[in-house]
C-alpha cells in the first residue's frame, strides 16, 4: 500500500492522460453538431495540452510550462466568455445551435 | 561665386505662379490670378536684370561670368556618371534669359488683355507660367540632362498652350502633332546624350568642351554623330526642315502664346542649344555644313510658302521658320554670335508680328483671313505703326533691327568660300521673298479699302497696345548695339567669330544689296497688292501647278501621311493591336485567367462552409504534420529495398 502512493507516477501515463484528453477533445469536437458541445471539447483539448505542459515542468524542473498554463487557462477563459456571448448571438438571431445550419455569414 | 545672384529664383518664381494658378486659379478673383501671373515673370525678369547690370559692368558686382549655381544634393550618381543640378549663367544664357523673361513678361501683359474675357483665364497663366519656368531652366543648364529636362518640359507647356482651346478638335491635333512631331527630335537629343556619355563620361558643357580642347584627336567620326543628333534635336524643336510641320499647326493656340512660344523664344531653343553645344560643332566641319544645309533650305522653303498664305498667322508661321534658318545658316558658317544676335532681334519683331496680328484679329472679332481684312490703317492706329516698325524690322531696313542682324548673317556666309556664297545668294532670295510676302501681309491687312465693311474694329485694349510699343521700340533699336559689341560680349560663351578676308568696304557693298534686295520685294508687293490688285489672281491663274504647290505647303503633310503616319496606323492596328495586344498580350491574359477559374472551380468544393470538414481538414494536417516529423522516414525507406529483397530471396 505504501509502495504503491510514495511510487512516482510515470511521466508515460501522464503524457497517454494528455494524449487521451486531446483526442477525446477533437473527436468532441468533429462529430458533435451542438456548438456548446464543440465548445466544451475545445476546452478539452486545452486542458489535455495543459496537462503535457504541467508534466513536462514537473519532468524538468522547469517553471516556465506552468507558466504557460496560466497564459492558456486565462485565454481560455476570455475565450470562454467571448465564445458564449457569440454563442447567445447566433442563437438569438437564429434559434439553433446546430452548427450544420450555420453556415451562412449573412442571415 | 561669392555673390548671390539667386538663379534658382529665376525658374522658380514662374513656377510658383504656376502653381498658385494651376491649382487655385479657378476661386480665386480675377485680380489675384493677373497679379500672380505677371509678378511672377515680372520678378524673374528682376533677377536677371540684376545679374545683368552686373555682368555689363553698369552696377559694380563681384560676381563675373560665368556663374555657376549647384544644387546641394546630387542627382544621379551611377558608375562614372555624375550629374548635378546645375545652373550656369554666362553670356550667352544671360542674353536668351533676358529675352525670355523680358519677352515673357511683355507678353503676360499683352495676354491679360487679350485673353480678358476667356474662361480659361486662370489656366491659361498658368501654363504661361509654366513654360516660363521651364524655358529657364533650359536656358539656365549647365548640362545636357539638366537642358533635356526643359527641353521636354517647354514641349509640354508648348503641347499644352497649342490645345489650349481643346474642345476644337483641330486645335487638340494640332496639340498632339506638336507633341509627335518633337519627341522625333527629342530622340536625336537622346542619342546625343547616351554618346556623350558613352565617348566623354560626362553630360556638363564646360567639361565637355575642355576635354575636346585637350585632345586634338577628337575630330569627325563620332563629334559628327553627336553633333548631327543634336542637331536632329534642334530641328524638331526648332522647326527646320524635315520636322518642320508641326509649327504651321501651332497657330491653333492663342496668338500670344504663338508670339511667346513658336516665335520668339521656345522654338529659338534648338539654336541655343547648337550655340551651347558649339564646340561640338566646331570639331565636325560635316555636321557644320549639314546645319548651314539644312538652315538655307528651311528659309527658303518655308519663305516661299509664306508668299501664298491667306491666313494671318500661318504667313508668319512660315516666316518664323524661314528667320530660324537663318539662325542655323549662321551656325552652320560658325557664326553662332550673329545667330544669337538675329535670335535677339527676332525674337523683338516677330513677338511683335504676332502680337500685332493678334490685335487685328482681336479687333475685328476672331478673324484670321488676309482676304477679308484690309483698310484697317485707320481704325487701328497703333496696331499699324508698331506693326509697321516690325515688317521694316524682318524686311530688313536700315537702321531697324532685323537689318543689322540678317546682315550680319549674309556677310558670315559670304565669307565661307564658294560654299558660302551659295548660302549667302540663298539667304539673299529669302531677304527678297520675306520682305515681299511680309509686304502682302501689310497691305492685305492694313492699306486699301476694307473688304469687311459690316465688321465695326476697334483698337485694343491699352494692356494690349503697351507691349507693342515697347516692342516695337525694341525692333526700331534693338540692333543698334551692333554685331562687332554684341559678338565681343559673347565671345567668351561661343568663341569669337574668326572672319578672313572681310573688309568694312565688303560689309557695305553687302548692305546694300541686301536692303536693295527688300526693297524690291517691298516694290514687287506695293505693285502686286496695292497698284494692281488683280495680277496676283491672274497669276495664279496662269500658273495653277505653281500656285496649288505652294498653297498646298508643297504637300509636305500629306506626304508624310502617306509614307510616315499611314504605315505607322497600318501596322499598329494590324500587327500591334491585333497580334500584339489581342493576340499575345490578351491571350497569355486570358489563359492565366483560365487557370485561375479551373483550379478555383475544383478547389472550391474544398470551402463548403461547413465547420467540422474544416476542423477535420485541420486536424488531417497536424496528424500529417505529426506523422513526417514523428516517424524517422530515412530509415523506413533504407529498409524497404531491404525487405523487398529479402522477399525475393525466398
Given at each position: 500500500m505504501n509502495s504503491l502512493f510514495s511510487q512516482e507516477v510515470p511521466l508515460s501515463w501522464y503524457l497517454l492522460l494528455s494524449a487521451a484528453l486531446f483526442s477525446l477533445g477533437i473527436v468532441g469536437f468533429l462529430i458533435k453538431r451542438n456548438l456548446i458541445t464543440m465548445f466544451m471539447s475545445i476546452e478539452l483539448m486545452l486542458n489535455g495540452v495543459n496537462l503535457s505542459f504541467v508534466t513536462f515542468a514537473h519532468q524538468w524542473h522547469a517553471v516556465k510550462g506552468q507558466i504557460f498554463v496560466f497564459f492558456v487557462m486565462v485565454v481560455a477563459a476570455a475565450e470562454a466568455a467571448v465564445g458564449l456571448a457569440i454563442i447567445i448571438a447566433i442563437f438569438r438571431t437564429r434559434?439553433?445551435?446546430a452548427v450544420d445550419r450555420v453556415d451562412l455569414m449573412k442571415l | 561665386m561669392t555673390a548671390h545672384l539667386h538663379l534658382w529664383l529665376i525658374p522658380l518664381l514662374p513656377f510658383a505662379g504656376f502653381l498658385l494658378n494651376g491649382i487655385l486659379g479657378r476661386r480665386l478673383p480675377k485680380s489675384l490670378v493677373t497679379t500672380v501671373a505677371l509678378a511672377a515673370p515680372l520678378a524673374a525678369f528682376g533677377v536677371v536684370l540684376n545679374a545683368a547690370l552686373g555682368a555689363f559692368g553698369i552696377v559694380s558686382s563681384a560676381a563675373s561670368l560665368p556663374v555657376i549655381e549647384t544644387?546641394?544634393?546630387?542627382?544621379i550618381n551611377a558608375g562614372v556618371l555624375h550629374v548635378d543640378f546645375s545652373f550656369v549663367l554666362d553670356q550667352l544664357s544671360l542674353v536668351m534669359l533676358l529675352v525670355v523673361t523680358g519677352i515673357g513678361f511683355v507678353i503676360h501683359v499683352y495676354s491679360v488683355g487679350y485673353m480678358?474675357?476667356?474662361?480659361?483665364y486662370a489656366r491659361y497663366f498658368s501654363y504661361l507660367n509654366l513654360f516660363l519656368f521651364f524655358m529657364s531652366v533650359l536656358v539656365l543648364a549647365g548640362n545636357a540632362l539638366v537642358m533635356f529636362v526643359g527641353w521636354e518640359g517647354v514641349g509640354l507647356a508648348s503641347y499644352l498652350l497649342i490645345g489650349f482651346?481643346?474642345?476644337?478638335k483641330s486645335a487638340a491635333d494640332a496639340g498632339k502633332k506638336a507633341f509627335i512631331v518633337n519627341r522625333i527630335g527629342d530622340v536625336g537629343f537622346l542619342f546625343a546624350m547616351f554618346l556623350l556619355v558613352a565617348n566623354?563620361?560626362?553630360?556638363t558643357f564646360t567639361e565637355i568642351s575642355t576635354k575636346l580642347g585637350q585632345d586634338?584627336?577628337?575630330?569627325?567620326?563620332v563629334v559628327t554623330v553627336i553633333a548631327l543628333c543634336l542637331m536632329l534635336g534642334a530641328a524638331g524643336k526648332s522647326a527646320q526642315?524635315?520636322?518642320?510641320?508641326w509649327l504651321p499647326d501651332a497657330?491653333?493656340?492663342p496668338t500670344p502664346v504663338s508670339a511667346l512660344?513658336?516665335?520668339?523664344?521656345m522654338v529659338t531653343a534648338g539654336v541655343y542649344m547648337v550655340a551651347r553645344t558649339h564646340v561640338l560643332f566646331d570639331h565636325s566641319p560635316f555636321a557644320l555644313g549639314v546645319v548651314a544645309i539644312i538652315g538655307a533650305a528651311t528659309a527658303l522653303f518655308a519663305a516661299t510658302i509664306a508668299l501664298?498664305?491667306?491666313?494671318i498667322k500661318r504667313v508668319l508661321a512660315y516666316s518664323t521658320i524661314s528667320q530660324l534658318g537663318y539662325m542655323f545658316m549662321a551656325c552652320g558658317v560658325a557664326a553662332y554670335s550673329a545667330a544669337i544676335f538675329h535670335l535677339v532681334t527676332h525674337s523683338f519683331f516677330k513677338a511683335l508680328l504676332f502680337l500685332a496680328a493678334g490685335s487685328v484679329i482681336h479687333a475685328i472679332g476672331g478673324e484670321q483671313d488676309l482676304r477679308k481684312m484690309g483698310g484697317l490703317r485707320k481704325k487701328l492706329p497703333v496696331t499699324f505703326w508698331t506693326m509697321t516698325a516690325a515688317v521694316f524690322a524682318i524686311a530688313g531696313f536700315?537702321?531697324?533691327?532685323g537689318f543689322f542682324s540678317k546682315d550680319a548673317i549674309l556677310y558670315a556666309a559670304f565669307l565661307q568660300g564658294t560654299s558660302g556664297k551659295v548660302l549667302w545668294f540663298v539667304g539673299l532670295l529669302t531677304a527678297l521673298l520675306t520682305s515681299f510676302y511680309i509686304f502682302r501681309l501689310w497691305y492685305m491687312a492694313f492699306?486699301?479699302?476694307?473688304?469687311?465693311?459690316d465688321v465695326h474694329a476697334h483698337e485694343s485694349p491699352w494692356s494690349m497696345r503697351g507691349p507693342l510699343v515697347i516692342l516695337a521700340l525694341l525692333s526700331v533699336?534693338?540692333?543698334?548695339?551692333?554685331l562687332e559689341r554684341f559678338g565681343s560680349f559673347l565671345a567668351p560663351s561661343v568663341g569669337a567669330r574668326a572672319a578672313e578676308g572681310g573688309s568694312v568696304h565688303l560689309e557695305l557693298i553687302l548692305s546694300i544689296v541686301a536692303v536693295a534686295v527688300a526693297l524690291e520685294g517691298w516694290l514687287i508687293a506695293d505693285k502686286l497688292?496695292?497698284?494692281?490688285?488683280?495680277r496676283p489672281a491672274q497669276w495664279a491663274a496662269a500658273l495653277p501647278g505653281g500656285y496649288k504647290l505652294l498653297v498646298n505647303k508643297y504637300f509636305v503633310d500629306e506626304f508624310y501621311g502617306a509614307t510616315v503616319v499611314k504605315p505607322l496606323l497600318a501596322f499598329s492596328r494590324y500587327f500591334l493591336e491585333w497580334?500584339?495586344?489581342?493576340?499575345i498580350l490578351g491571350g497569355a491574359a486570358w489563359l492565366l485567367g483560365g487557370v485561375a477559374t479551373f483550379a478555383g472551380a475544383i478547389l472550391q468544393?474544398?470551402?463548403?462552409?461547413n465547420l467540422r470538414s474544416y476542423a477535420a481538414w485541420l486536424a488531417a494536417g497536424a496528424a500529417a504534420v505529426l506523422l513526417f516529423l514523428l516517424v524517422p522516414w530515412a530509415t523506413v525507406l533504407a529498409t524497404l529495398p531491404a525487405i523487398h529483397l529479402g522477399m525475393a530471396g525466398h
Amino acid at each position: 500500500m505504501n509502495s504503491l502512493f510514495s511510487q512516482e507516477v510515470p511521466l508515460s501515463w501522464y503524457l497517454l492522460l494528455s494524449a487521451a484528453l486531446f483526442s477525446l477533445g477533437i473527436v468532441g469536437f468533429l462529430i458533435k453538431r451542438n456548438l456548446i458541445t464543440m465548445f466544451m471539447s475545445i476546452e478539452l483539448m486545452l486542458n489535455g495540452v495543459n496537462l503535457s505542459f504541467v508534466t513536462f515542468a514537473h519532468q524538468w524542473h522547469a517553471v516556465k510550462g506552468q507558466i504557460f498554463v496560466f497564459f492558456v487557462m486565462v485565454v481560455a477563459a476570455a475565450e470562454a466568455a467571448v465564445g458564449l456571448a457569440i454563442i447567445i448571438a447566433i442563437f438569438r438571431t437564429r434559434a439553433t445551435l446546430a452548427v450544420d445550419r450555420v453556415d451562412l455569414m449573412k442571415l | 561665386m561669392t555673390a548671390h545672384l539667386h538663379l534658382w529664383l529665376i525658374p522658380l518664381l514662374p513656377f510658383a505662379g504656376f502653381l498658385l494658378n494651376g491649382i487655385l486659379g479657378r476661386r480665386l478673383p480675377k485680380s489675384l490670378v493677373t497679379t500672380v501671373a505677371l509678378a511672377a515673370p515680372l520678378a524673374a525678369f528682376g533677377v536677371v536684370l540684376n545679374a545683368a547690370l552686373g555682368a555689363f559692368g553698369i552696377v559694380s558686382s563681384a560676381a563675373s561670368l560665368p556663374v555657376i549655381e549647384t544644387c546641394p544634393l546630387p542627382w544621379i550618381n551611377a558608375g562614372v556618371l555624375h550629374v548635378d543640378f546645375s545652373f550656369v549663367l554666362d553670356q550667352l544664357s544671360l542674353v536668351m534669359l533676358l529675352v525670355v523673361t523680358g519677352i515673357g513678361f511683355v507678353i503676360h501683359v499683352y495676354s491679360v488683355g487679350y485673353m480678358d474675357d476667356d474662361a480659361g483665364y486662370a489656366r491659361y497663366f498658368s501654363y504661361l507660367n509654366l513654360f516660363l519656368f521651364f524655358m529657364s531652366v533650359l536656358v539656365l543648364a549647365g548640362n545636357a540632362l539638366v537642358m533635356f529636362v526643359g527641353w521636354e518640359g517647354v514641349g509640354l507647356a508648348s503641347y499644352l498652350l497649342i490645345g489650349f482651346y481643346f474642345q476644337k478638335k483641330s486645335a487638340a491635333d494640332a496639340g498632339k502633332k506638336a507633341f509627335i512631331v518633337n519627341r522625333i527630335g527629342d530622340v536625336g537629343f537622346l542619342f546625343a546624350m547616351f554618346l556623350l556619355v558613352a565617348n566623354f563620361g560626362t553630360l556638363t558643357f564646360t567639361e565637355i568642351s575642355t576635354k575636346l580642347g585637350q585632345d586634338p584627336g577628337w575630330q569627325g567620326g563620332v563629334v559628327t554623330v553627336i553633333a548631327l543628333c543634336l542637331m536632329l534635336g534642334a530641328a524638331g524643336k526648332s522647326a527646320q526642315l524635315p520636322l518642320y510641320i508641326w509649327l504651321p499647326d501651332a497657330m491653333e493656340g492663342p496668338t500670344p502664346v504663338s508670339a511667346l512660344i513658336h516665335a520668339a523664344t521656345m522654338v529659338t531653343a534648338g539654336v541655343y542649344m547648337v550655340a551651347r553645344t558649339h564646340v561640338l560643332f566646331d570639331h565636325s566641319p560635316f555636321a557644320l555644313g549639314v546645319v548651314a544645309i539644312i538652315g538655307a533650305a528651311t528659309a527658303l522653303f518655308a519663305a516661299t510658302i509664306a508668299l501664298v498664305q491667306n491666313d494671318i498667322k500661318r504667313v508668319l508661321a512660315y516666316s518664323t521658320i524661314s528667320q530660324l534658318g537663318y539662325m542655323f545658316m549662321a551656325c552652320g558658317v560658325a557664326a553662332y554670335s550673329a545667330a544669337i544676335f538675329h535670335l535677339v532681334t527676332h525674337s523683338f519683331f516677330k513677338a511683335l508680328l504676332f502680337l500685332a496680328a493678334g490685335s487685328v484679329i482681336h479687333a475685328i472679332g476672331g478673324e484670321q483671313d488676309l482676304r477679308k481684312m484690309g483698310g484697317l490703317r485707320k481704325k487701328l492706329p497703333v496696331t499699324f505703326w508698331t506693326m509697321t516698325a516690325a515688317v521694316f524690322a524682318i524686311a530688313g531696313f536700315f537702321p531697324f533691327a532685323g537689318f543689322f542682324s540678317k546682315d550680319a548673317i549674309l556677310y558670315a556666309a559670304f565669307l565661307q568660300g564658294t560654299s558660302g556664297k551659295v548660302l549667302w545668294f540663298v539667304g539673299l532670295l529669302t531677304a527678297l521673298l520675306t520682305s515681299f510676302y511680309i509686304f502682302r501681309l501689310w497691305y492685305m491687312a492694313f492699306m486699301g479699302e476694307s473688304r469687311s465693311p459690316d465688321v465695326h474694329a476697334h483698337e485694343s485694349p491699352w494692356s494690349m497696345r503697351g507691349p507693342l510699343v515697347i516692342l516695337a521700340l525694341l525692333s526700331v533699336c534693338g540692333g543698334w548695339i551692333g554685331l562687332e559689341r554684341f559678338g565681343s560680349f559673347l565671345a567668351p560663351s561661343v568663341g569669337a567669330r574668326a572672319a578672313e578676308g572681310g573688309s568694312v568696304h565688303l560689309e557695305l557693298i553687302l548692305s546694300i544689296v541686301a536692303v536693295a534686295v527688300a526693297l524690291e520685294g517691298w516694290l514687287i508687293a506695293d505693285k502686286l497688292y496695292r497698284r494692281k490688285p488683280a495680277r496676283p489672281a491672274q497669276w495664279a491663274a496662269a500658273l495653277p501647278g505653281g500656285y496649288k504647290l505652294l498653297v498646298n505647303k508643297y504637300f509636305v503633310d500629306e506626304f508624310y501621311g502617306a509614307t510616315v503616319v499611314k504605315p505607322l496606323l497600318a501596322f499598329s492596328r494590324y500587327f500591334l493591336e491585333w497580334v500584339v495586344d489581342v493576340g499575345i498580350l490578351g491571350g497569355a491574359a486570358w489563359l492565366l485567367g483560365g487557370v485561375a477559374t479551373f483550379a478555383g472551380a475544383i478547389l472550391q468544393h474544398w470551402q463548403s462552409g461547413n465547420l467540422r470538414s474544416y476542423a477535420a481538414w485541420l486536424a488531417a494536417g497536424a496528424a500529417a504534420v505529426l506523422l513526417f516529423l514523428l516517424v524517422p522516414w530515412a530509415t523506413v525507406l533504407a529498409t524497404l529495398p531491404a525487405i523487398h529483397l529479402g522477399m525475393a530471396g525466398h
